[in-house]
């Protein structure tokens, strides 16, 4: 208790005037998609849940592994991400649930291999009737057969009635990850218990993680306009106040690389947080979304720069053979990838140095201009000085308004932050300030304040030309010295 009579020396602790800038993960994926949890226990399935992962044996272990990417869409990102790029972690989100997605095999007709066996290559059993194979006669589990319903493989006893190499006709249910639709990813609230699945996960990565999402991504999916719109009104305001970007795909459909900016347009997909990419890429016969491998690279290229957002993934090297559109190979020429980078669209091309992702635009340009907002590098910057203003300083929230404890605090702590990222050319420069003309006397009463922060992330040098000119007074070296 606080004593009112003093006699002696004392010692008191004050905060520090200038505060340490928090650090924040630029480009943390959030991935929605599916997993092959359909060969796990029920009780052990991640299904709309919030799943972190920082190696890719870690993914095989809680999620397990599939090389059918058309099916399970997050050993996708996962084997590109963990294992191409090794990059970590990822978060991850798996929509398919076997209890749910299911479908019904009736009257198959099987027979029992020399071993005894018959591999379904199905899984999630349920509801299995083994018959002779006009129907006549229904055998028991447990005396005529076993059944492994999470690997989906049938074994006859030998002390049974079915005859070896026996054909039988069978009944089941099964886990069907193609009943995912994109409604799945786009999830919801559940109205009795509350409970969110889908992209509604977006806001409890924070509460749950303490790391911000970088990049939302949704490969095999995103190719629909109403996933990808909602992952961008996702990206917008996470917990009511934090911003990143997403990458999105252009669907495979549209065949021709002059069809895809009139795609981008018709389905509104023209923000400045979404980045379109066009077409798929290919490694050892496996096609993979570009997406996957954009958030990847982005991901790379923060790693080199101390997770400072400031640099273009654009021009970097991707781990990929080539491009597919349809399972036809693409060549990019530079006009075409350029003439896509000019509507606003990220491609790739093999001009020098390898297979390389092109394209600086967000899907703001060309109908954006401001550098801000068309510009992916800036754009992350933006977002990244934000997110880490925010965090640094709600701490602060509720204390009393006085000049130097708080204002001068702010105004210094940034400013030193910004000459810090200025010095190591992450920006060209920075200053905050904390203006009268923008805090009116009646807005500081009712406990407002407003920091004016200016900065310049440095703009990727996307046109560089060299001037030629033949100089004629040359010509007189010819007369030698």
């Known amino acids: 208790m606080p004593i009112a009579f003093r006699h002696g020396v004392y010692s008191q602790q004050l905060p520090t005037h200038l505060i340490p800038v928090r650090r924040v993960d630029s480009a943390l994926p959030v991935v929605f998609g599916t997993a092959p949890v359909d060969r796990l226990a029920a009780g052990e399935r991640p299904v709309n849940s919030l799943t972190m992962c920082s190696s890719f044996d870690e993914f095989v272990k809680l999620f397990g592994y599939d090389e059918d990417y058309s099916k399970y869409t997050l050993c996708e990102f996962a084997y590109v991400y963990l294992s191409l790029y090794s990059m970590a972690p990822v978060i991850f989100v798996n929509v398919y649930d076997p209890a749910e997605h299911r479908s019904t095999v009736a009257a198959q007709a099987k027979a029992f291999d020399a071993k005894g066996r018959i591999a379904l290559g199905l899984y999630d059993i349920q509801d299995l009737a083994v018959k002779n194979a006009d129907g006549s006669q229904t055998f028991a589990a447990g005396t005529d057969y076993t059944l492994d319903p999470a690997l989906g493989v049938i074994v006859r006893k030998t002390t049974g009635t079915i005859p070896a190499l026996g ?165 990019m020429g530079l006009d075409e990838a350029n003439y896509l980078n000019s509507m606003g669209i990220v491609t790739a091309v093999n001009f020098m140095g390898g297979l390389r992702l092109w394209g600086n635009r967000t899907c703001a340009y060309p109908d954006n201009t401001d550098v801000k907002d068309s510009f992916i590098a800036i754009q992350r910057m933006f977002n990244w000085v934000g997110n880490t203003l925010i965090l640094t300083w709600w701490h602060k929230v509720d204390s009393p308004i006085r000049r130097r404890r708080l204002i001068d605090s702010i105004v210094d702590s940034n400013n030193v932050w910004f000459n810090g990222l200025a010095a190591r050319e992450f920006i060209l420069g920075g200053r905050v300030t904390f203006q009268q003309g923008e805090n009116p006397v009646t807005d500081l009463m009712d406990g407002k304040l407003r920091f004016h922060v200016f900065f310049t992330p440095p703009s990727p040098a996307e046109d560089v030309t060299f001037l030629l000119e033949y100089d004629p007074d040359y010509v007189t070296a010819l007369y030698g010295a």
């Open 167 to 331: 054909a039988v006709k069978l009944d089941y249910s099964h886990g069907d990850p193609t009943k995912v639709v994109s409604a799945d990813i786009v999830g919801g609230v559940e109205p009795v218990t509350g409970a969110k699945s889908g992209l509604e996960l977006v806001n409890q990565v924070f509460p749950k993680f303490g790391m911000l999402p970088g990049q939302l991504v949704a490969p095999g999916f995103s190719q629909d306009p109403a996933v990808a719109i909602v992952i961008e009104s996702k990206a917008v305001m996470i917990n009511g106040h934090f911003r990143c970007i997403c990458w999105i795909d252009a669907p495979e459909s549209l065949g021709v690389y002059s069809a895809v900016p009139e795609y981008k347009t018709q389905n509104n997909l023209t923000t400045e947080l979404m980045n379109l990419c066009w077409p798929r890429l290919t490694l050892g016969g496996k096609t993979h979304w570009m997406s996957s491998h954009a958030a990847a690279l982005t991901a790379e290229v923060d790693w080199g720069n101390e997770s400072i957002p400031y640099e273009s993934p654009s021009n970097k090297r991707l781990r990929c053979e080539g491009m597919v559109v349809d399972g036809q190979e693409v060549l």
